[in-house]
């Protein structure tokens, strides 16, 4: 199975042109997409309410890729937590999303670590303890340091995830040295694989730390070429494993959801609506004409 979504359901303005759904995002999402990959828990760990409210708001095969705390991946700034301080908030990311589990709606939990998370013995042992912090929950590894797929170590890499019980993340991004990973065209589970569009902006992709690098870092509209190629590639992923979930985060210029549904049509699929149609909000000088009409 190939499923298809979107980074974050918040940004997406064309898919919210239906009357009522601008007030509903995630119902409304849902409606085109069958998952999606929660962001603001890179950013904080959620309110149980907040996981609730999510998961009350989706159909019953909705399901969720969760980014895990920045904390829990060493992009916090300053000390990193240690001791007790790193179990309790592991514990408290895994309390958080215990709604999602009970109702059967999570698909992973994402670790996404920076770039420069090398691979060296220090940071392998790293991702055993954590994998070991989250037994029994399925979670995704992604990597941004060239380190552990150049030079040979590619195969190595994924032997690890499968040792350890890892997803691997594929990822189609800028190649801009070290801080970027090729496109590495494997699964590490029967489970599942995830696969991240990032764009292929190399020029924004070098803008972390400028005021405006959320506008530019991932800036990029695949081509049908690329996107044509690229579902070939979901095609082949479909066979090394049982779920495929894909994940358009190219949305700095709004091209995620487009390049999303261009995918969905390419192998052939059709949003959980039933249709790609939209059913879009009369013009204001048409509210206007149909007032009139009334009022005569």
Same mark, same amino acid.
């Given at each position: 199975? $190939?499923?298809?979504?979107?980074?974050?359901?918040?940004?997406?303005?064309?898919l919210?042109?239906?009357? +009522?759904?601008?007030? %509903?995002?995630?119902?409304?999402?849902?409606?085109?997409?069958?998952?999606?990959?929660?962001?603001?828990?890179?950013?904080?760990?959620?309110?149980?309410?907040?996981?609730?409210?999510? #998961?009350?708001?989706?159909?019953?095969?909705?399901?969720?890729?969760?980014?895990?705390?920045?904390?829990?991946? +060493?992009?916090?700034?300053?000390?990193?937590?240690?001791?007790?301080?790193?179990?309790? !908030?592991?514990?408290?990311?895994?309390?958080?999303?215990?709604?999602?589990?009970?109702? +059967?709606?999570?698909?992973a939990?994402?670790?996404?670590?920076?770039?420069?998370?090398?691979?060296?013995? /220090? %940071? @392998?042992q790293?991702?055993?303890? #954590?994998?070991?912090?989250?037994?029994?929950?399925?979670? /995704?590894?992604?990597?941004?340091?060239?380190?552990?797929?150049?030079?040979? !170590?590619?195969?190595?890499?994924?032997?690890f995830?499968?040792?350890?019980?890892?997803y691997? #993340?594929?990822?189609?991004?800028?190649?801009?040295?070290?801080?970027?990973?090729? $496109?590495v065209?494997?699964a590490?589970?029967?489970? !599942? #694989?995830?696969v991240?569009?990032?764009?292929r902006?190399? *020029?924004?992709?070098?803008?972390?730390?400028?005021?405006?690098w959320?506008e @530019?870092?991932?800036?990029?509209?695949?081509?049908?070429?690329?996107?044509?190629?690229?579902? *070939?590639?979901?095609?082949?992923?479909?066979? !090394?494993?049982?779920?495929?979930? @894909?994940?358009?985060?190219?949305?700095?210029?709004?091209? /995620?959801?487009? %390049?999303?549904?261009?995918?969905?049509?390419?192998?052939?699929?059709?949003?959980?609506?039933?249709?790609?149609?939209?059913?879009?909000?009369?013009?204001?000088?048409?509210?206007?004409?149909?007032?009139? *009409? $009334?009022? *005569?």
């Amino acid at each position: 199975m $190939i499923e298809i979504g979107l980074a974050g359901w918040g940004d997406h303005d064309s898919l919210y042109t239906e009357p +009522g759904s601008a007030k %509903n995002k995630l119902t409304a999402y849902s409606r085109w997409f069958s998952c999606v990959e929660v962001d603001s828990t890179f950013y904080a760990i959620q309110p149980l309410r907040n996981m609730e409210k999510w #998961t009350a708001e989706t159909p019953p095969a909705f399901r969720f890729i969760v980014k895990a705390y920045q904390g829990m991946t +060493g992009h916090t700034r300053g000390p990193a937590p240690q001791g007790q301080a790193v179990e309790d !908030m592991f514990a408290a990311f895994r309390a958080s999303i215990a709604p999602m589990i009970e109702a +059967g709606k999570l698909r992973a939990v994402l670790f996404q670590y920076p770039p420069w998370f090398d691979c060296t013995k /220090a %940071n @392998v042992q790293e991702l055993r303890e #954590t994998r070991a912090r989250m037994e029994g929950i399925p979670c /995704a590894l992604e990597f941004r340091h060239q380190s552990w797929f150049e030079g040979g !170590m590619a195969e190595r890499t994924l032997d690890f995830m499968r040792s350890e019980g890892w997803y691997h #993340t594929v990822c189609d991004e800028p190649q801009a040295g070290k801080g970027s990973v090729p $496109i590495v065209e494997a699964a590490a589970a029967e489970e !599942m #694989t995830l696969v991240r569009f990032h764009g292929r902006n190399v *020029e924004g992709w070098h803008s972390s730390g400028q005021p405006n690098w959320r506008e @530019v870092r991932y800036l990029y509209d695949y081509n049908e070429t690329e996107l044509a190629d690229w579902s *070939e590639r979901l095609k082949r992923l479909e066979t !090394m494993t049982d779920t495929v979930s @894909v994940i358009f985060n190219n949305n700095s210029g709004g091209h /995620a959801s487009a %390049n999303a549904l261009e995918m969905m049509m390419l192998l052939g699929q059709t949003p959980p609506r039933g249709s790609f149609e939209v059913r879009r909000q009369p013009e204001q000088l048409e509210l206007f004409a149909q007032a009139d *009409e $009334i009022i *005569e």
